[in-house]
């Protein structure tokens, strides 16, 4: 059996994106016949026990300095050496970790594989994968990788968990807007959920939704966010594992860039969009110049007049919501993968020999 190390944290600060994509690669792995386990830093809200009861083996960085390359390589080579003979493959999905990190711990193991959409930095790898969508991302890496890294690039390589293959997409007009999602990452660390929250509130349209609110246990707002939400009619749903149903059930969504972008317009929901990082902002704003996305702006910009705006332009004309629709259909039509087809290409990867020293 293939064994697979994943190097990726979550924190309160971080958000739960890269352990969450991570999980989602792992099952489609663990499928495909591989052991998986995660290597992760202690922090707070680092999400440790939400991998392990997902079934995944978690071994610990527990440094109480900051963050340098040097010493988390030499932490993840320790724990690498200490519990395997060896390592098929090392996943690494994290911003922090480059090209002198992969070189490093690469002697450890036979191959290794990062996961990116930055863009922004060298790296040292077999295989690279970037599942976003932007308008030149078959020439992002060409000066960032070695000329023999595999490149996995596109919607194409989307990591979908297996309730999204499953669900319903066909195209579905919307007369009226009448249900909406509100989602912004499990850790919301911009607070825009509370923001959308409050413009229903405001503006008593939350009388005219029907409104589910998903948040990660790991949110600090959770009780304030709570009360919105008795105070909106809007239902909470914490640290669920159904949000495909959630998706298909709704008429429009407000959510972050990220993945969480491509899985509602994969499943062909209309979204409001807030850039709530730095590194969502390109392909947002790409996502936007395709007509995939309504984009409200940074989330330093976006206030609670502007959800208000939203919301009341949404609810008068369905026309735009429809024509967002139907361009996603287009996008999406070509580039649809089967589940774990993107497990059984980097496992096809792996088996094509050592990776050269």
């Avoid at 996961?115 to 040292?124: C, G, Q, T």
Wanted: charged content about 25%.
């Amino acid at each position: 059996m293939l064994q697979i190390v994943f190097r990726a944290d979550a924190s309160t600060e971080i958000g739960s994106g890269h352990i969450q994509r991570c999980l989602t690669l792992a099952d489609q792995l663990a499928a495909a016949g591989a052991d998986c386990c995660f290597i992760m830093r202690k922090l707070p809200g680092d999400m440790r026990e939400f991998v392990e009861e997902k079934g995944y083996p978690v071994y610990v960085i527990d440094q109480a300095n900051s963050f340098t390359e040097k010493s988390d390589a030499s932490a993840t080579q320790a724990i690498i050496a200490a519990l395997f003979r060896k390592v098929d493959l090392l996943i690494v999905d994290h911003y922090q970790i480059a090209k002198a990190w992969e070189e490093q711990a690469a002697m450890s193991v036979q191959k290794l594989m990062v996961i990116d959409d930055l863009a922004n930095r060298e790296h040292a790898c077999h295989i690279l994968l970037d599942q976003n969508y932007y308008t030149n991302y078959q020439q992002r890496y060409a000066q960032l990788v070695p000329a023999t890294c595999q490149l996995l690039l596109g919607p194409k390589y989307l990591l979908l968990r297996p309730e999204f293959y499953q669900a319903d997409t066909k195209l579905y007009q919307t007369e009226a807007v009448k249900k909406l999602l509100i989602f912004f990452g499990g850790s919301d660390p911009t607070n825009e959920t509370e923001k959308i929250l409050r413009a229903l509130k405001n503006t008593k349209l939350g009388l005219n939704f029907q409104v589910d609110v998903v948040i990660g246990a790991s949110n600090p707002k959770l009780n304030s966010i709570r009360q919105l939400c008795l105070e909106t009619s809007a239902t909470l749903h914490v640290q669920i594992d159904y949000m495909a149903r959630l998706i298909r059930g709704a008429d429009f969504a407000f959510g972050a860039g990220g993945m969480a972008m491509w899985e509602r317009g994969y499943l062909l929901l209309p979204s409001a969009v807030t850039a709530v990082a730095e590194n969502q902002k390109q392909a947002v704003l790409d996502a936007e110049q395709q007509n995939l996305i309504m984009y409200l702006g940074c989330h330093q910009q976006v206030t609670v007049e502007d959800y208000q705006n939203c919301l009341r332009k949404i609810a008068d004309d369905p026309m735009p919501v429809n024509q967002i629709k139907r361009n996603l259909a287009r996008f999406f039509k070509q580039d649809k993968l089967e589940e774990v087809s993107l497990a059984k290409e980097i496992l096809t990867l792996i088996a094509e020999g050592s990776r050269e020293k």
